[in-house]
């Protein structure tokens, strides 16, 4: 007797605690679903760049002994200049036969020698001396240029900071208009301000940061004193946020 009436009372235990779900699957948390952005102009302090040498004869010996000159008169430039060992890299190097057309269907086989040599410049000033010579001694390409800073960390993190302020006052604004307020938020996520930009040489690619921009805080702009000037380059940060709505 006992346990028929237990059997008989589990089914209307069960729908008591399913109903309540029921009721907040069917009315979920009202939320406002914003996004904000920030941008901040920093002045760079450090420049990375890549040269490149090409050379070519008939000779494959001298086309390569061309090249190996060049090159070295660039190394020995950047350490004139005290760059770090470290910020130099010989990234590319290829040797192949072509054909070159002297015209009057005539070709001749020769043999075509590259290399490329990426510099890090953490001293801007040097970098008009740096670019100048380092064509002058042979470099025939200039394959990138990219100004950018050493403490992007730390711009970075206050861009996120400065979207998510952004993200709540548009929440705020929004809410107060429809008469309600701004609970905790519920999701985030951050979006864009992705700076991945690759430039390619010789068949070859090279992914480095870029930076874009949104909202901003300046600062004072960079210049060699000479030809080139370096301006501010922008680091951003994108957010959306879902926050409960009350």
Known sequence: MTSCCQLRYLPFVLSLVLAPLSVRAQNPQPTVDVQGSAEIKVVPDEVFLVFGVETSDPSMAVAKSRNDQSVKKILALATELKID????????????????????????????????????LNEVSKFEELLSRALEGGANYVHGIQFRTTQLRKYRDRARELALEAAQQKAELLAGKLGRKVGPAIRVSEYGGGWYSPYSWWGQSYGYNTMAQNSTQSGDAASTGGTIAFGQISVTASVSVSFALQ
């Open 85 to 120: 060992p470290k910020h130099l890299q010989t990234d590319f190097i290829s040797i192949e036969p072509w054909e070159h057309d002297l015209g009057n269907d005539t070709k001749r086989m020769e043999y075509k020698v590259r290399k490329s040599i990426a510099i890090t």
